[in-house]
């Protein structure tokens, strides 16, 4: 399976400022996905990044809140975005698998805290 | 709504003391399943993919299988390292795994706490 990295691995931000997520790939993959996972709870997909179009967002998530570039085949990145306490959790990058397989793998997650 | 549901919230275990993890899912037909493992503070460890009903997968400890409206997750004889969260999840679309396209976004469930002591 593909080796995902995450920058930074933690973070402490203030209320109001941004802070941008790093997803690196070790291998080219189509689709990635981003996913938020609040203090306690599971994992709730924010959207889908494919390179070379604009990212799909789900129900709740908006882009003026969450941007998302896709820039490559390996490389993407989510932008959190005038923050609040509300938004501290864990992001996490996934890609699904070349092939005929669902599969998806995770990234080590990013743990967020907004004071 | 397509839903996927895990029971129970916590499992605490003695080591050696095998059981069942549930996770129920309410979609229009029969779903591909995956279960993940994840340890405090890391991401979700991809344990296994099933497709068809009957089907069973294992892997150390661990069995999974599925029948048209849930999945197990058998631990057999845990182990202290068996302690962590396990996570069943269902892509809304799926396709049989013969085909070349497949499915989208995961729904998770809420996950199983499991705890072994020694």
């Known amino acids: 399976s593909a080796v995902i990295s995450q920058k930074p691995s933690r973070d402490i931000c203030q209320r109001g400022t941004s802070l941008t997520i790093q997803c690196q790939v070790d291998?080219?993959?189509?689709?990635m996905f981003w996913y938020r996972q609040q203090p306690g709870q599971s994992l709730t997909l924010i959207a889908t990044?494919?390179?070379?179009?604009?990212?799909?967002?789900e129900s709740g998530f908006v882009i003026d809140k969450f941007p998302i570039s896709r820039p490559n085949l390996t490389f993407s990145t989510l932008t959190v975005s005038n923050m609040s306490p509300e938004d501290s959790s864990i992001y996490l990058c996934s890609l699904r698998a070349s092939g005929s397989t669902d599969t998806q793998y995770f990234g080590p997650g990013t743990r967020l805290t907004v004071l | 709504e397509d839903q996927v549901t895990q029971s129970p919230e916590a499992l605490r275990l003695q080591e050696g003391e095998s059981s069942s993890l549930n996770c129920s899912y309410t979609v229009s037909g029969l779903r591909g399943l995956f279960w993940y493992r994840q340890d405090p503070g890391k991401g979700p460890e991809f344990l296994f993919t099933l497709y068809s009903a009957g089907e069973e997968k294992e892997k150390e400890r661990l069995k999974a299988t599925l029948t048209k409206k849930e999945s197990f997750l058998h631990i057999t004889a845990p182990k202290p390292e068996d302690s962590a969260t396990y996570l069943c999840?269902?892509?809304?679309?799926?396709?049989?795994?013969?085909?070349?396209?497949?499915?989208?976004?995961?729904?998770f469930g809420g996950g199983t706490r499991v705890l072994v002591k020694p």
């Open positions: 990044a494919n390179q070379g179009s604009e990212a799909t967002y």
């Open positions: 999840a269902s892509p809304l679309e799926v396709l049989p795994p013969s085909a070349k396209a497949a499915g989208n976004k995961l729904t």
């Open positions: 291998s080219q993959v189509t689709m």
